[in-house]
């Protein structure tokens, strides 16, 4: 999880690379230059570099801002889906689905991807009961559950 330190440090690369452009190429000359290539006026054209100049160097307590937000919602969202596996773990196991097949199950739902275990066939006819009767939202990730079970394991062939 990113730490507050962390964003700060990010939001400073953010704002060090768009120094460093303001620094590096003189924006205030090719904006006066290119006014005068079109013909149009050359203190407008000056007074908008010199405006995005210094926005640029008032600018790092926004981009330092917006990475923070950033990380923290990526947290929020990481502790809220460790919390609705956590629920989905415990509720299965309240209907008689054995800690590793509840965990392998909460992963499929949640996390969408397998937790290494694989579901034994006792588990697997509670789970159809679960989610025929108790609960009918969670009979669409039944295919799911079919492709994690044990009977569906590679075997290993030895020479």
Request: proline share 3%.
């Amino acid at each position: 999880m990113p730490s507050m330190l962390n964003s700060l440090a990010q939001g400073l690369k953010n704002y060090k690379s768009i120094a460093e452009y303001q620094l590096h190429n003189n924006t205030v000359g090719q904006s006066y230059d290119m006014a005068k290539a079109r013909g149009l006026n050359r203190a407008t054209a000056v007074a908008g570099a010199i405006g995005a100049g210094a926005a640029t160097f008032l600018a790092p307590p926004v981009v330092i801002g917006a990475q923070a937000v950033k990380d923290y919602r990526q947290k929020q969202n990481a502790e809220m889906q460790r919390d609705k596996l956590t629920a989905m773990i415990n509720c299965l196991r309240a209907r008689g689905i054995s800690q590793y097949g509840a965990v392998e199950m909460g992963n499929q739902i949640i996390m969408n991807h397998s937790a290494g275990y694989y579901i034994s066939d006792a588990d697997f006819k509670m789970w159809m009961v679960v989610a025929s009767t108790l609960d009918p939202t969670l009979a669409r990730f039944t295919s799911r559950m079919i492709a994690r079970l044990e009977s569906a394991k590679p075997e290993l062939n030895l020479a």
